[in-house]
């Protein structure tokens, strides 16, 4: 991955049994090309739809935060 100097950055993952440590990994690594995690979630695959939106809701309120 290239430089990501600050960058906002949004990260998930899906999973049909247990994430483990899948999103502590791909934080560590984008933290170290730079990125700002401003939002993290784990989606069990046959979750409800509505858990997605409230993670983009949030994902775009604390980006919005993080700009200002």
Not at 29 to 48: D, P
């Amino acid at each position: 991955l290239p430089s990501l100097d600050n960058k906002p950055v949004a990260l998930f993952c899906t999973y049909a049994f247990n994430p483990r440590q899948s999103l502590n990994t791909l934080k560590h690594m984008l933290e170290e090309k730079g990125a700002h995690i401003i939002a993290q979630q784990a989606f069990q695959r046959n979750q409800s739809m509505s858990d997605v939106q409230s993670f983009v809701a949030y994902t775009i309120k604390s980006y919005q935060e993080s700009v200002h």
